[in-house]
């Protein structure tokens, strides 16, 4: 299996079967959210549902092509029980880049109180088509926002500035370019309170540079480019591990990261405006 370039993966396709076996394993958290069919029940309802979405100019995203988005993300962060342990704190959990909503999901199912997760995507396509699959009985909120612009898109984003505990962001870092993760850093930066959060994960490469084969406006970090953004954006305690990537994705020296970093703890003055912004949030 190959990557392909940009116009193979933009070109629609009409498909009947799933691309790749689907191991029962990959299907666990699909089980928890829908405990209530049979396994091959399923699958069945699963590959429906895919086909119907690839209809709706899906199969650009890899992740939707080869359903790798049945694998939630957030939990093979070394810090995500971190995260889950700063459920009490009465803050926001802000996902970005949500897509279907799996790993804005799977922290309500282990624990996050389901009225402070809040899921956000450039568009709501996906989270929309998720709703079919991944049914939401937690009213989980979720709004359209761009991280990275000023515009109106950005004013819902902007209610939470200093009011997120925790911000998650996983598969979103490679489809940008290099002053893009920067912006997005910096904003996320704004979102989290002092001592706040964030972690995530992105595809990566052995050296630094741009997505030739795929698309030159993205950039893919290395280990080192990627921690010297973080800590230039002004995150502590960063964390970046590399983990394989799947078959046919780890071509070209690519790698995929796994990231965190913590907003510095600063005056208490900050703290204050942090309590006014998420008051703010929660009308």
């Known amino acids: 299996m190959t990557v392909g370039t940009k116009a193979d993966w933009d070109e629609p396709k009409q498909v009947t079967k799933f691309p790749r076996a689907i191991p029962d394993a990959e299907l666990s958290f699909l089980q928890r959210v829908r405990p209530d069919i049979p396994l091959k029940d399923l699958r069945e309802m699963l590959l429906k549902w895919w086909i119907e979405t690839m209809k709706l100019g899906t199969q650009k995203y890899g992740c939707v092509r080869e359903l790798y988005f049945l694998r ?3 939990d093979c962060n070394p810090r995500y029980p971190e995260a889950l342990a700063r459920s009490h704190s009465g803050r926001w959990w802000i996902d970005i880049g949500t897509a279907f909503g799996q790993d ?49 898109s950005a004013e819902h984003l902007e209610a939470f500035r200093g009011s997120a505990e925790v911000v998650s962001s996983n598969l979103v870092f490679h489809t940008l370019s290099k002053e893009g993760v ?10 989290l309170v002092p001592g706040g959060l964030l972690l995530g994960s992105c595809a990566a490469c052995i050296e630094a540079r741009q ?29 970046i591990e590399p983990f394989d990537l799947p078959e046919g994705h780890n071509d ?8 965190s970093g913590l907003k510095p703890c600063s005056a208490s003055a900050e703290h204050a405006a942090s309590a006014e912004h998420a008051a703010s949030a929660e009308t």
């Open 72 to 74: 939630t993300s957030v």
């Open 211 to 239: 997505w030739t084969e795929y698309d030159p406006g993205r950039w893919l970090h290395s280990q080192k480019s990627l921690r010297q953004a973080f800590e230039t954006a002004g995150f502590d305690q960063v964390i």
């Open 104 to 152: 804005a999901r799977l922290p309500v199912l282990d624990g996050w109180p389901s009225n402070r997760m809040l899921a956000s995507d450039l568009t709501p396509d996906l989270w929309e088509a998720g709703l079919s699959l991944y049914p939401n009985p937690h009213n989980i909120k979720y709004i359209t926002a761009n991280v990275l612009t000023s515009g109106p």
């Open 252 to 259: 070209h020296g690519k790698i995929g990261i796994r990231f």
């Open 182 to 191: 920067d912006g997005m850093l910096s904003a996320i930066l704004n979102l």
